[in-house]
């Protein structure tokens, strides 16, 4: 198993009185990391792994929270008494099925913490907003789970040596790595087939593949079908067109027209894309309204396969045209997964000067980002460092040729 980056914040927090909620789309390994804390867990404490999904368990669970306790040896005392060294720990896969689960975590909350401790996983947002409601405020946690990033791909791959490699180049500038050529193979297998569980660990290509179709219909299709929506065949037509558009504007009134569908539907459809944590929105970042753009998000997916997949598009990555794009999508990736949410916005102009990214605690640096180092063109940027001369303007590219920083020592 591999040890997810989360999990040793999850561990940590096992000692907060809040309740512990990991959540993330399908299939990224939310169980996984269950059953590593249950192994981690099971020989010092009393902890148990619930599956909220099986019909039988939902059903007494959804008649009253104390239910929970016909699957545990003991029940802890109420919130009042402290008689209880250790907590009872619930691990409760897939909590959305309940009818009410924030009714049901805030009633055990309220009565039982600490004396019970809870880490729930939830398949994605979209649950989470519509039935976790502010009841649950100061109760809990939320931690998010997305498909590996390149490290843990890398240690999926047994590759911990270029992990090593590549922790070390970002330590030492002049450092050129003999290990180059293999940290390359992979990183480009990365931007192939992405960072899936079940896509890593697959042997072949065709395995890869026809994982990564399975993800596209049948899991994205139970998000559909799960949030009742409906017109899947729209709603995968959208997801096609924002595969080809990724790094570009999202015109909510374009795509309306061109799938025949009214505005309001088409931003229910993006609103269940970001929760189901498939796509994110990225936001402009601005200080003149009046001369820089406003409204319209970028797009970019959470995983390269699974955008690879509606485009089925898994060509070698040199001969594709869209190979910029493909890295643009990785640096979002890597930031949007070390960088709180609200700190990650793009810069563009009414006359379309744009800059890629704009990162880290109140905006302190901007990153522009090219295949080539060579593509870098600092003359193009003179408005974007004249109106903001505190951030600094840096460009990550493949090669890092030209001045720019390689992607790898990012």
Known sequence: MVERTIYKSVYKHLAAKQFSIVIGARQVGKTTLLRQLYRDLNKAEEVYLINIEEPEITAQLNEHPNNIFRFTKSVPPPVLDKSLTKPVILLLDEVQYLDDPSHFLKYLFDTYAPNIKIIAT???????????????????????????????????????????????????????????????????????????PDVVLAKTREDKIEILNELKTAYIKRDILESGLGKTDKFFALFSILAGQIGNLVNKNELSGTLQLDIRTVE??????????????????????????????????????????????????????????????????????????????????????????????????????????????PNKYKIFNATYPNIPLQCISFDGGNGTKWVFRL
């Open 122 to 196: 939830g398949s994605s947002a979209f649950y989470i907003d519509k039935k976790f409601t502010d009841s649950l405020a100061g109760r809990k946690r939320l931690f998010y789970l997305y498909p590996f990033s390149f490290p843990e791909y890398l240690i999926a791959q047994n590759q911990e040596g270029l992990l090593d490699e590549i922790n070390f180049m970002r330590q030492r500038e002049d450092y050129q790595s003999l290990k180059k050529t293999a940290i390359v193979r992979e990183f480009l297998e990365f931007l192939k087939y992405g960072g899936y």
């Open 268 to 377: 229910n459809y993006l609103y269940l894309m970001q929760k189901s944590f498939h796509i994110r929105l990225l936001k402009p970042f601005y200080q003149n309204r009046r001369k820089e753009l406003t409204k319209m998000p970028k797009v970019y997916f959470n995983d390269l396969g699974l955008r690879n997949a509606f485009l089925n598009r898994f060509s070698d990555i040199y001969s594709r045209q869209d190979k910029g794009e493909l890295l643009e999508n990785y640096v979002f990736k890597h930031f949007n997964e070390n960088n709180p949410y609200a700190q990650i916005r793009f810069w563009r102009t009414i006359a379309k000067q744009e800059v890629d990214f704009i990162v880290t605690e109140e905006f302190q640096n901007a990153w522009e980002v090219k295949w080539s180092g060579n593509l870098y063109k």
